[in-house]
C-alpha cells in the first residue's frame, strides 16, 4: 500500500512536537536530579522539572508559529481536457491563474507568468 506524501510529513511532525516537548523536560529533570544527589538538596529537579516544561512549550510554541506562517502551497490539478485552440484547460479562470503565479513565486522566488 502507497502512502501520499502528506501522511509522512504529519508523522513526521507530530514527532517534531513530541521530541520538542519531551526533550528539554527530561534533560533538566536529570540535571536537577543530579545536582540533588551532589548537594544532598531536594529542589532542584522539581525546580529544573518546571524550567524544562517551560522550555519545551516554547519550543513547540514557536514550531507551531512557523508551521502555520509558512502559506501551503497547493496546485489545483484538473482533470477537464485540454481545450488544444487555446492551449490551455477549460474553465482555467483569471483567479487560478493567479494563485499559480503566487506558488511559484513563493516555490523558487521567481515569477512565472502565463502566457495570454
Known sequence: MKYNRNVYQ?????TQF???MLVPIFLCSF???????KFGTSFWMILLFF???LAGFTNVFRFARRIYETPAVTRRRSTRPVNMTKGREEGHTEEMRQEENQAAVWMDGSEARHEE
Open 51 to 53: 524550567v524544562g516544561t
Open 10 to 14: 504529519a508523522l513526521t511532525m507530530i
Open 18 to 20: 513530541g521530541i520538542n
Open 31 to 37: 540535571a536537577g536530579m543530579f545536582l540533588d544527589r
